[in-house]
């Protein structure tokens, strides 16, 4: 089965900086597209942003120009670098397939908060 651990959350201040990373231990990743994702309180996991097998990235709208989501199939490696951070991005982060599969479950995630 396959496994994700994601990093790199921390408390920064407004208009900080994140930079979360996810180490992926699944089967043929460099052929899989993925996402970062966060949940708040209760609610579903949202899609912040998707990076294909060759690189080509998409994000959803509220975090365009803001954040960079990018891979490295050799490390199976996803990373999402967060700038200029608001409180309303403050969440768990998680990273998946997109759309997400039963394999590779749901990791821990990493918190991310901002707040002064």
């Known amino acids: 089965q396959g496994l994700v651990v994601e990093s790199g959350g921390g408390l920064v201040q407004p208009g900080g900086s994140l930079k979360l990373a996810c180490k992926a231990s699944t089967a043929a990743f460099s052929l899989v597209p993925m996402a970062w994702y966060r949940q708040t309180g209760g609610n579903q996991r949202e899609v912040v942003a998707r990076?294909?097998?060759?690189?080509?990235?998409n994000y959803t709208d509220f975090v365009k120009g803001r954040f960079l989501i990018s891979r490295d199939n050799d490390k199976k490696m996803v990373y999402l670098e967060m700038n200029n951070l608001k409180p309303e991005d403050t969440g768990r982060f998680y990273c998946?397939?997109?759309?997400?599969?039963?394999?590779?479950?749901w990791g821990q995630g990493t918190q991310g908060t901002v707040s002064a």
């Open positions: 990076v294909a097998p060759g690189g080509r990235t």
């Open positions: 998946n397939t997109a759309p997400p599969q039963p394999n590779p479950p």
